[in-house]
């Protein structure tokens, strides 16, 4: 059965949703964004600029050193009108690496920088009386393709239950610039766009969720290995219960 999805009433729903966080968890506080430039982040953030008004969004623009398509980021800021700082994470990041008394594995070198970021979007909340923006969407979180207290990490979540797709339409629904909503989703850290690291599309991977439509059996059994290897990250921390409440 072909799914049918309501761009229109589903932002409506989640500018909603917005607003009652806020209301509930921060009355008068500030969305603090981490703005990359492309569609997960712009949409967030021009959520949030819906349900609070620009003046309560902070845009932060974290490049490592240089940013190749950091004028995209920019032009998010411009195009919302929102207040914005620029941080580049680079000598924190390099100080972190000289500190450590071995030689990191390359995938700890590529973590590295989202978990960097979410410290400096903390600072940013912390001063500016803020609360963080999660920007991961349904198909990443699917196959664990977030980066656990880095990206995957923050205090609410606007794009949690939104795929690829889904969030692409609701931009446009937002009037977002195209070149941002269509922009090739990459993290921006091994050089590399995110269907090249997953092996597959993300149009595959969201019609295999909504549709369960297969996609073909080499990139079926990728997805469902990665989506029950990743689980964890979705599940509060395990924690040991000693029982002494009941004992008390």
């Not at 594995?105 to 960097?116: A, L």
């Not at 690829?164 to 766009?193: F, H, N, Q, Y």
């Not at 019609?207 to 997805?223: C, F, H, L, Q, T």
């Not at 290897?229 to 599940?235: C, G, T």
Request: aromatic share 8%.
């Amino acid at each position: 059965m072909m799914y049918e999805f309501d761009a229109a009433a589903v932002k409506d729903r989640c500018v909603e949703w917005i607003r009652g966080f806020f209301r509930e968890n921060g009355p008068g506080c500030n969305a603090i964004v981490g703005i990359s430039g492309g569609k997960d982040s712009s949409v967030t953030a021009a959520l949030c600029c819906e349900a609070l008004g620009r003046e309560r969004v902070i845009g932060v623009l974290m490049p490592c050193g240089v940013q190749s398509d950091i004028d995209m980021a920019r032009l998010l800021v411009g195009h919302l009108g929102i207040r914005s700082f620029e941080i580049n994470i680079k000598d924190a990041v390099e100080g972190l690496k000289s500190a450590l008394p071995f030689d990191p594995s390359v995938q700890t070198g590529i973590n590295i920088p989202p978990r960097i970021r979410m410290t400096t979007l903390y600072a940013v909340g912390q001063s500016f009386n803020g609360r963080v923006a999660n920007t991961c969407n349904l198909s990443e979180d699917w196959v664990g393709y977030s980066t656990r207290y880095g990206d995957a990490a923050g205090d609410f979540s606007p794009l949690a239950h939104l795929t690829v797709t889904e969030v692409r339409a609701i931009g446009r629904v937002l009037g977002l610039p195209a070149v941002l909503v269509d922009k090739v989703p990459s993290d921006g850290l091994c050089g590399k766009t995110d269907e090249d690291n997953l092996g597959f599309t993300y149009a595959e991977l969201d019609r295999y969720i909504r549709e369960g439509v297969e996609p073909p059996a080499g990139k079926k059994e990728r997805i469902d290995r990665l989506h029950a290897a990743n689980l964890f990250k979705l599940r509060l921390m395990p924690s040991f219960d000693s029982g002494m409440a009941e004992m008390i």
